[in-house]
T-cell receptor
Framework: SAVISQKPSRDICQRGTSLTIQCQVDSQVTMMFWYRQQPGQSLTLIAT?????????ESGFVIDKFPISRPNLTFSTLTVSNMSPEDSSIYLC????????????FGQGTRLTVV | GIQVEQSPPDLILQEGANSTLRCNFS?????LQWFHQNPWGQLINLFY???GTKQNGRLSATTVATERYSLLYISSSQTTDSGVYFC???????????FGKGTSLLVTP
């Protein structure tokens, strides 16, 4: 299975600022995704990070708020922009290999608190 | 998309007890995964099990695809089993996942 490094593991940020979360994989992967987990809730897909093109966002998430980059097959970033306390969540990066066995693996998550 | 329902939502066990967690889904799936989220928020893969039965130590899982449910069995529970257990199935026609609301498990000494 792929080894996924996500940084930072946690941060406390002031409202109105932005935070960029990095996701590094130790092998080339086809699919990369970003999820959000609000306190006490389940995981919700933010977007699919597409290599070399714009990310595909789920309903309720927009590029201006959550810009995503994916410059190659091993790296992606998610930025949480103009943060408010409602953005306090765990953000998780996930990878999958397209094919018959589409098992997903997750980074350790970034626990964000906005004050 | 495919709906996922997990039960029970909360469970408290004494150490050494056994438990069964259930995941119902609304349509046929080619992917089903069980995860354990530990108290630090890390999501740990337990099983990739679109059908059949698998075992890994004290944990086992069975998915009956034709009846649209999956079960996760935890035997001889330990305090380190505490956390939230999630079932996830494909979100739409792509490869991303749709997660159930989870079962929050607390194992007491």
């Amino acid at each position: 299975s792929a080894v996924i490094s996500q940084k930072p593991s946690r941060d406390i940020c002031q409202r109105g600022t932005s935070l960029t979360i990095q996701c590094q994989v130790d092998s080339q992967v086809t699919m990369m995704f970003w999820y959000r987990q609000q306190p006490g809730q389940s995981l919700t897909l933010i977007a699919t990070a597409n290599q070399g093109s714009e990310a595909t966002y789920e309903s309720g998430f927009v590029i201006d708020k959550f810009p995503i980059s994916r410059p190659n097959l091993t790296f992606s970033t998610l930025t949480v922009s103009n943060m408010s306390p409602e953005d306090s969540s765990i953000y998780l990066c996930s990878v999958e290999e397209a094919g018959m066995n589409t098992e997903a693996f997750f980074g350790q998550g970034t626990r964000l608190t906005v004050v | 998309g495919i709906q996922v329902e997990q039960s029970p939502p909360d469970l408290i066990l004494q150490e050494g007890a056994n438990s069964t967690l259930r995941c119902n889904f609304s349509d046929s799936v080619n992917n089903l995964q069980w995860f354990h989220q530990n108290p630090w928020g890390q999501l740990i893969n337990l099983f990739y099990i679109p059908s059949g039965t698998k075992q890994n130590g004290r944990l086992s899982a069975t998915t009956v695809a034709t009846e649209r449910y999956s079960l996760l069995y935890i035997s001889s529970s330990q305090t380190t089993d505490s956390g939230v257990y999630f079932c996830a199935v494909p979100l739409g026609s792509g490869y991303a996942l749709n997660f159930g609301k989870g079962t929050s498990l607390l194992v007491t000494p």
